[in-house]
């Protein structure tokens, strides 16, 4: 492959586990420098691709490369070229900071007169200098992420791959952690990143919603939300439960999630509005008000999922 504006690249990627095919016939293009989200449920495959793009495991049919190299036949470089921070990253937890920091610097061979540079300025901008001699062990889960991070990137990658990497960090830990992969994206690193959350999917240069192995949609956030084909509405009624029992048997709408208070619906057309109204009066419901709002990341998905079920 030689172009080098593409980071990362898959054509028909398919792996099975037994009759469970967790990625299906996969097509992906990511271009250099930009923050991809891979954004789906447990279930869906992340895990899978991530391991697949990172050369841990081949597929079973198609191809896919990563910074100019095939990952079934270039393996070795293209493991050279990106760090990856697993869900389970392999801090040693009775190693200090600046000792795991080390210890994956040795990992990776990296120079030892470049050594003490690249550690101050990662031990910097993770924040973790004031830490660096306390145990891993004895650190919070964010700091644990940082240092985590820090340990990706040692060797200076091309691209940085992360699974789930904020996955039960706190939410100004997470907000930090963003922080750091802006940085990092200033500096040319292509990011790939795998989410649960909806809201880190929203600061991603373009987001890819998957399930079942599939990519349903692909765009970037904005984009997405104008593109989505639906109306869709905010409403709020007195017994919002029973409500979406009854107009889920609506012919025409397309989705309804409840939010607290309020439903969001996804209609054919805006011309269901009289027969909502009517099927909650004749049940009984008290609708207090509803307006037309745009779509959230998750309102796409969710209605994307039920139509591929």
């Not at 028909?12 to 992906?28: Q, T, V, W």
């Not at 012919?251 to 969001?264: A, E, F, T, V």
Request: charged residues 30%.
């Amino acid at each position: 492959m030689n172009n080098e504006a593409v980071a990362i690249r898959t054509e028909n990627l398919l792996k099975s586990f037994g009759d469970y095919r967790a990625i299906d016939n996969l097509d992906l293009d990511i271009k250099r420098g930009e923050i991809y989200g891979l954004v789906g449920p447990d279930g869906s495959g992340k895990t899978t691709l991530m391991r697949l793009l990172t050369a841990i495991m081949e597929p079973d049919s198609g191809q896919a490369w990563v910074a100019g190299h095939s990952v079934v036949t270039e393996s070795e470089r293209v493991k050279e070229k990106i760090g990856y921070m697993s869900q389970r990253f392999g801090l040693y937890e009775d190693l200090t900071v600046i000792e795991n920091i080390i210890f994956y610097a040795d990992l990776y061979d990296v120079p030892r007169k470049e050594r003490p540079e690249r550690i101050e300025r990662l031990l910097g901008f993770s924040n973790l200098t004031p830490f660096k001699a306390r145990l891993a062990g004895k650190l919070s889960g964010g700091m644990k992420q940082k240092l985590g991070l820090a340990c990706a990137l040692i060797h200076t990658p091309e691209i940085l791959f992360l699974d789930e990497p904020t996955n039960g960090v706190d939410p100004v830990s997470r907000r930090d952690f963003w922080k750091i992969l802006y940085d990092l994206l200033k500096e040319g690193i292509t990011i790939f990143v795998s989410t649960a959350y909806l809201d880190e999917a929203e600061r991603c240069t373009r987001v890819g919603l998957i399930h079942k192995g599939k990519l349903l949609a692909e765009d970037d956030p904005a984009a997405m939300k104008k593109s989505f084909g639906y109306p869709m509405i905010a409403l709020w009624a007195d017994d919002p439960r029973r409500a979406i029992e009854v107009l889920k048997m609506v012919p025409g709408i397309k989705n309804i999630s409840i939010y607290g208070d309020r439903l969001h619906i996804a209609l054919e057309s805006p011309e269901l509005m009289e027969t909502i109204v009517f099927e909650l009066q004749a049940a009984g419901i008290v609708m207090k008000s509803y307006r037309n709002i745009i779509p959230t990341l998750e309102d796409i998905f969710i209605t994307k999922v039920a139509g591929d079920e």
